[in-house]
C-alpha cells in the first residue's frame, strides 16, 4: 500500500479471515477469506499507532489545532478503485478522512477526480490545483456529498497532482482546510 507523505514507514498487517464488509463512508471495501484487509501503521518515535501534529490555524486567536493520526488501510470505491485511507481527528474532537492514491498516470487520477466530483450535491468551487510555485499541477473542487445521517451533508476538498489524487472530508469546512494545508506542505 502506497503511504500519504509524511506517514511512518513502520507497519503492522491485519487479517480478517471471514467474509466481511466494511461501509467507509460512499465507500465500500468487500473482503476475501484471507484478504489483507488493512495496515496500522504505528509511529517510529513514540511506538503507539497515533501520531500527533500542532499546527497553528489561521485565524486572529492564533489557536493550536492537533491533528492525531488514526487508522489508515486500504479501501475499494464504489466505482471499483482501491484507495487509500487515513483518519484523523481534530483537537476538537472533529473527524476528518484523508483518501488518497498515487496512480501510475495523471488520466487515472483525473479519471477518479472526476468520478468524486460527480457524487457531489453541490460543487462550491472548481479550478486549477498549483504547486508552491505556482505551476498548474492538476484540479481542485470543493464539494458538499449528501451523508448517511438523514439532513446532514459532507464537505470535502479533493485534488489532483500529476498522477496522485486526495480528497480531505469531514463535517466541518475550517478542519478539512487546515488539514489541506499542513498534508500538502
Not at 500519504?4 to 471495501?29: D, H, N, R, Y
Not at 457531489?120 to 470543493?142: F, M, S
Request: aromatic share 8%; glycine share 8%.
Amino acid at each position: 500500500m502506497r503511504q500519504p507523505p509524511g506517514a511512518p514507514t513502520v507497519g503492522v498487517q491485519v487479517s480478517i479471515s471471514t467474509k466481511s464488509a466494511l461501509v467507509c463512508s460512499a465507500f465500500m471495501l468487500t473482503l476475501g477469506a484471507t484478504q489483507t484487509a488493512s495496515r496500522v501503521f504505528l509511529d517510529q518515535s513514540s511506538g503507539n499507532n497515533s501520531q500527533a501534529k500542532s499546527i497553528e490555524s489561521r485565524g486572529k486567536e492564533k489557536k493550536k489545532i492537533k491533528f492525531t493520526r488514526g487508522i489508515s488501510g486500504e479501501l475499494l470505491t464504489e466505482g471499483g478503485e482501491i484507495l487509500g485511507f487515513t483518519n484523523f481527528t481534530a483537537s476538537g474532537g472533529v473527524e476528518l478522512k484523508v483518501l488518497y492514491w498515487d496512480f501510475d498516470d495523471s488520466p487515472h487520477a483525473t479519471d477518479v477526480f472526476e468520478k468524486q466530483v460527480a457524487r457531489a450535491i453541490k460543487i462550491v468551487e472548481r479550478g486549477k490545483k498549483l504547486d508552491q510555485a505556482g505551476k498548474v499541477v492538476g484540479e481542485r473542487a470543493q464539494v458538499t456529498f449528501l451523508s448517511k445521517e438523514p439532513h446532514e451533508s459532507i464537505s470535502a476538498v479533493l485534488w489532483t497532482d500529476g498522477p496522485k489524487f486526495h480528497q480531505i472530508q469531514s463535517s466541518s469546512l475550517p478542519e478539512i482546510l487546515e488539514l489541506e494545508r499542513v498534508y500538502r506542505n
